[in-house]
């Protein structure tokens, strides 16, 4: 299945106060446009750095630009493609100081 990125503009966002971050983002997002999965492993083994969130939380962190930069999505699988939708989006570091919160598996900046 195809999958479709809900609200491209979160990303747009971002990239527009991290400049350094675009070609990282537009990478991303051309490799999720070849991407074909059937499952929540396939999606991780698409991107080579790509984790699931443990929990049943149905959650990806998705490590973009050399591992400069997280993305936590939401996924949702429907009958003919699978949504992903952002929920944040920041530095490694602001992931990091994220995950010492403990509130990776709940946030939703968007």
């Given at each position: ?8 503009r ?5 990239v527009?106060?991290?400049?350094l ?7 991303w ?6 991407v074909?999965?059937n ?12 984790d699931?969130l443990g929990g049943g939380?149905?959650?990806i962190?998705?490590?973009i630009?050399?591992?400069?930069y ?6 949702h699988?429907?009958d003919?493609m ?5 929920r944040?989006i ?19 900046q968007?």
């Open positions: 299945m195809r999958i479709h990125l809900v609200k491209k979160n990303i747009d966002l971002f527009e106060n991290h400049r971050s675009s070609s990282a983002f537009y990478n997002i051309a490799q999720l446009k070849r074909d999965c499952n929540p492993q396939d999606i991780v083994e698409s991107f080579n750095h790509a699931l939380s149905k959650r962190v998705f490590n630009g050399g591992n400069n997280r993305m936590i999505s939401d996924y699988f429907g003919e699978i949504y992903l939708f952002i944040w920041g530095t490694h570091s602001e992931y990091t100081k994220l995950c010492q919160s403990g509130k990776q598996h709940t946030v939703r968007f």
